[in-house]
């Protein structure tokens, strides 16, 4: 199956989405920041990035543009539940802007994640 990248701050949500996406034969590194899956990504070739869009520091924005440079054509679906200040349909509609292939509302369900990303490898 896959190799695929999450990245997301929240340690419940990043374990429940790892799980997930392992159950359905998936191999997954995941990074607790931007930061950090900025490294992952540039270390390895992925071939799916899953990333929150709201986290501290680096965002899922500036990973989402840095992964458009170091993958270029490497999908990439974002995921958010908005903010306190931000609702998530609009963290998500600049994700869209900056070229996330698909946006996710949290929470998601399991099957949506899968069908999404079955859909985007075309599997």
Known sequence: MALILVVEDDR???RLVREVLRAAGHNVRTAVDGRRGLRLLASAT???LLT???MPGCDGLE???Q????RPGMPIIAMSGGGQWLKPDKCLNLSNRLGADRTLIKPVSP???L???RDLLGA
């Open 115 to 117: 069908d999404e990303i």
């Open 52 to 54: 929150d869009v709201l």
């Open 111 to 113: 099957q949506r994640l």
């Open 46 to 48: 992925f071939d799916l």
């Open 12 to 14: 419940l949500v990043r």
């Open 67 to 70: 992964a458009h440079r170091l």
């Open 63 to 65: 990973v989402i543009q």
